[in-house]
C-alpha cells in the first residue's frame, strides 16, 4: 500500500515539476500567484512523500520486532516440547 501511495506521490511531484518548469521557461506567460501555488503545492508533496516514507520505515521496524519476538516463541515452544518429549520416554 506505501509503495502505491509513493507512486502516487512521486506522480504528482513529477506533474507539478512539469508545471513549474513550463511557467519559468515562458517569461510572458508567467503568473507570479500560479507558479507561488505550484511551487507551494510542491513542497507540501515532497513533504507528504518524506512523511510516507518515515512511516513505512517505521512499519517495517515494528514488523521486525515482531518477527523476532515470534521466532523467540516459537524457539521456545520447541524446546518445551522437546523436554516434554523426554520425559515420557521411557528409560
Known amino acids: 500500500m506505501t509503495a502505491a501511495a509513493l507512486e502516487d506521490i512521486d506522480s504528482d511531484i513529477e506533474e507539478c515539476d512539469r508545471s513549474l518548469s513550463l511557467l519559468k521557461g515562458h517569461m510572458v506567460l508567467n503568473d507570479f500567484e500560479k507558479r507561488r501555488h505550484l511551487e507551494r503545492q510542491l513542497l507540501e508533496l515532497k513533504r507528504q512523500r518524506r512523511q510516507e516514507t518515515v512511516m513505512s520505515w517505521r512499519d517495517l521496524l515494528a514488523l ?14 520447541g524446546r518445551t516440547k522437546d523436554t516434554a518429549k523426554n520425559r515420557e520416554a521411557p528409560s
Open 64 to 77: 521486525g520486532r515482531e518477527i523476532r519476538a515470534l521466532r523467540r516463541e516459537i524457539d521456545s515452544l
